[in-house]
């Protein structure tokens, strides 16, 4: 039932959603085939040619060259590394339709109005300021302090920076006749004076620096404020409060302009505020963000691991800046994860240092950047020496203590990798300090004994429970595998049965009749076989339309664009299910009859059978079958034993 209305609103959802056009926002694409597919650089890999095919009248799309593919959800999964929920609440949004109940994540979020509502009233506040900064003339103070900074008026705009002045209600007076001082409460650009009632703006005489999500909406405000400002005492930044909408430790600062350039490079570079952040852009390094004056936590390691696999830790090179990175460095080897991470010398920030130097100097030094391992070597040996038997002692304890912090999750194949890297770690380590390996790994496992006794947990295995951890970093499910290049005759069988029922579905009833989805070896083609059952259970027709709406798994939806697409090209006759059935019923057969193991047989790949089976080949397909079989049946009747059985001569029908 609930099912059903599930399916529903996706349907609801998927038919007021244009492919083209979604597509269209982040592809340029040009018609092909009279204006029935369209094609563009894939967004998904670094396209030259363009691979990526939009087909309108099946709303689905397809990388021929990294294999991408599905429909609308799908893309924006992919596009925005989110889960099907959020997809789907995205396109809901965008096409203007409610959410029902059941889909909604927390248990008293806010309705999708109030949701809207918010979004508009930050996305108003965030023009107002960055009009103001741009052309009033009580905003020249703030213009000549960023152009102090070395922020150019370009990155002003791109940036979408502003300047609130310094008067109490400003925005108050601004929004009136558009939107309530509760529509401001909501998205905290106003307080309550304390006492006497009355409400005030939160920004006064600061520069704002807009935050964005994923999605390049506006949430909050980071707010600089003016060095020669009569407020200069106070809080140097100011971040708007938390909200529904914005979680600091959620968000980073211009992921939105990175994003593109994070996910092709597969770097991240990550720095410490909004003008480092802001003056990488400027200076051409456009794969940089910034964090929120927050440390950086297992969320930002899940968000940021979504869109790359490499994350580079540009911090100062002071101090506070060592320590930060210090922080950070197990929550990001507990994590599958390149972790870099570069000190700029002399203690200056990224934002001094491309002034002083320019970006070709700090793109030198972010490719000799260390491995987050190293560096914590690095800053030991510092502190310690090498020159001592106890100083090495030391160092060891430390890196030792570094390896029993990590979480690791247990199946989900990380603790393997973990294993592995610890081994390279453990083995450097002895090198390094002279010692033995054997001798580190005793002393790793006493101290995880130690551990564990203690109850503190904490040894490499246990399964990941992180505070705040979101669905995401849970283990995944396993991946549903691409069609094999060279696929086994079972494969193939399992692969033409799909292409029949996509093309004639109302044959799934006989199919139904015959074969269970647990003769099935492909685990991606059972999936899509259980559900064209399922649909067809439910009195619906099993198109590829009705399937792909009940599928939420990335790897399953690329599977089902590709046998739909291969349905299509291919265009099996409707005798095609006889001959499957017909594969199937002698394999049972020859199951039940056989004692020699049928795999065998059927491993076997079928040779020269190269693109979609077409009902010829299938044809050939089948008469080899039929000649293997009875060339085993024969070498089984020739045997001394002579245990015939009474089935073996009529396994040659036809
Ligand atoms: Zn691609």
């Known amino acids: 039932m609930n099912r059903l209305l599930?399916?529903?609103?996706?349907?609801?959802?998927r038919s007021r959603t244009d492919l083209l056009a979604l597509v269209g926002e982040s592809v340029a694409l040009r018609p092909q085939r009279g204006g029935r597919d369209y094609v563009g650089l894939c967004p998904f890999h670094d396209d030259h040619n363009p691979s990526m095919h939009v087909y309108t009248d099946r709303q689905s799309f397809r990388c021929w060259?990294?294999?991408?593919?599905?429909?609308?959800?799908?893309?924006?999964?992919?596009?925005?590394?989110?889960?099907?929920r959020e997809a789907l609440e995205l396109l809901?949004?965008?096409?203007?339709?409610?959410?029902?109940?059941?889909?909604?994540?927390?248990?008293?979020?806010?309705?999708?109005?109030?949701?809207?509502k918010m979004y508009q009233v930050v996305a108003w506040a965030e023009q107002q300021f960055h009009e103001f900064l741009l052309e009033s003339p009580q905003?020249?103070?703030?213009?000549r302090y960023l152009r102090d900074r070395g922020?150019?008026?370009?990155s002003m705009v791109q940036f979408r920076l502003g300047y609130h002045p310094d008067e109490w209600e400003w925005l108050i007076s601004q929004a009136r006749g558009k939107y309530t001082i509760a529509d401001l409460a909501a998205v905290k650009l106003v307080k309550e004076r304390d006492g006497r009632?009355?409400?005030?703006?939160?920004?006064?005489?600061?520069?704002?620096?807009?935050?964005?999500?994923?999605?390049?909406?506006?949430?909050?405000f980071g707010g600089r404020v003016l060095p020669d400002s009569r407020y200069s005492e106070g809080a140097k930044y100011l971040n708007t409060d938390e909200y529904s909408l914005f979680l600091k430790s959620k968000l980073v600062y211009g992921l939105d302009e990175a994003r593109e350039t994070i996910s092709k490079s597969d770097t991240v570079v990550v720095t410490e505020g909004y003008t480092d952040c802001i003056m990488a852009h400027q200076y051409g390094l456009k794969n940089v963000v910034g964090t929120l004056g927050t440390a950086l936590n297992d969320n930002h390691v899940s968000l940021l691991k979504r869109f790359a696999r490499r994350v580079i830790l540009m911090f100062d090179g002071d101090v506070a800046g060592q320590k930060a990175t210090e922080r950070a460095l197990v929550k990001f080897l507990s994590q599958e994860i390149d972790l870099?991470?570069?000190t700029l010398p002399g203690g200056q920030d990224p934002a001094d240092f491309l002034i002083a130097h320019g970006a070709d100097a700090l793109r030198a030094l972010l490719h000799q950047s260390v491995e987050a391992?190293?560096?914590?070597y690095r800053l030991v040996v510092e502190r310690y020496g090498l020159d001592s038997i106890d100083s090495r002692h030391r160092i060891l304890q430390e890196m030792l203590e570094i390896l029993l912090e990590v979480p690791a999750a247990e199946g989900a194949g990380l603790a393997a990798k973990w294993r592995e890297r610890e081994q390279i770690i453990v083995g450097r380590l002895a090198q390094r300090l002279k010692v033995g390996e054997a001798f580190i790994r005793d002393r790793l496992q006493d101290l995880r004994s130690a551990r564990q006794q203690r109850g503190g947990g904490g040894n490499g295995f246990r399964p990941v429970d992180l505070p705040g951890n979101d669905s995401r970093s849970q283990p995944a499910k396993p991946a549903i595998p691409p069609l094999p290049s060279n696929p086994s005759r079972d494969e193939q069988a399992e692969l033409d049965l799909l292409l029949a029922v996509f093309t004639h579905p109302e044959q799934i009833e006989s199919a139904a009749r015959q074969v269970t989805p647990a003769e099935f070896q492909h685990v991606g083609l059972r999936r899509l076989y259980e559900l064209c059952l399922m649909t067809h259970a439910r009195g619906e027709s099993p198109s590829f339309e009705k399937i792909s709406l009940q599928i939420e798994d990335l790897g399953l939806s690329r599977l089902a664009v590709e046998v739909d697409e291969r349905a299509r090209r291919a265009a099996p006759r409707p005798d095609l299910l006889q001959h499957l059935l017909d594969y199937y019923r002698r394999r049972r057969e020859l199951e039940m009859h056989s004692t020699e193991p049928v795999h065998e047989l059927a491993e076997e790949p079928i040779a020269a059978v190269p693109g979609p089976a077409t009902s010829e080949t299938l044809d050939e397909m089948a008469k080899e079958r039929l000649r293997r079989a009875m060339r085993l049946h024969a070498s089984r009747a020739r045997r001394p034993t002579g245990m015939a059985h009474p089935g073996e001569t009529t396994d040659a029908p036809v």
């Open 139 to 143: 905003a020249l103070r703030a213009r």
């Open 197 to 220: 009632g009355g409400w005030y703006d939160c920004f006064v005489d600061r520069v704002l620096f807009p935050i964005r999500d994923a999605q390049r909406r506006p949430v909050a």
């Open 6 to 13: 599930n399916d529903d609103f996706k349907e609801q959802v």
């Open 373 to 376: 391992w190293e560096y914590k």
């Open 92 to 116: 809901a949004n965008r096409a203007g339709l409610e959410i029902p109940r059941q889909y909604k994540a927390g248990p008293a979020g806010p309705t999708v109005d109030a949701k809207q």
């Open 340 to 342: 870099r991470t570069l």
């Open 65 to 84: 060259v990294c294999d991408a593919g599905g429909d609308c959800f799908s893309f924006v999964m992919l596009r925005d590394r989110v889960e099907f």
């Open 151 to 154: 922020i150019s008026d370009q």
